[in-house]
């Protein structure tokens, strides 16, 4: 069953239409998806590299409140500008939630949905 319920995981992760990462709570890129990377113009490997500090604005105010609301309640969800490998910013729809694994270790998944074409 666990093989079953990993390979169904690995199927919505390379197919999905949104962005997804998974990252450490410190915000290090542990995987990005397809979809992201098309999105921020970046491959999965220039992604884990620049980690979450080269693919957002941490400038923005809402980035740092929205950290502090996941880390209180172990999720968040907000919209925050996103930087492509070009430097043009787009605002996505953020939801990034901890999860705890079978080792006591935390990491976060998190998912992005460009708003550009909604807003």
Known sequence: MEKVLKDYYKVIFETSADGILQTNPDG?????NPALCKML???EEEICEIGITGIL???DPRFQAA??????????QVELDFLR???SKFLADFTSVLTQDKEGKFWATTSIKDMTVLK
């Not at 290090?28 to 990005?32: G, R, V």
Request: charged residues 45%; proline residues 0%; aromatic residues 0%.
């Open 85 to 87: 490998k070009d430097g």
């Open 28 to 32: 290090k890129i542990l995987k990005a």
């Open 67 to 76: 950290l502090e609301e996941r880390g209180k309640n172990g999720k968040v």
């Open 41 to 43: 113009q970046r491959t």
């Open 57 to 59: 604005d941490t400038n």
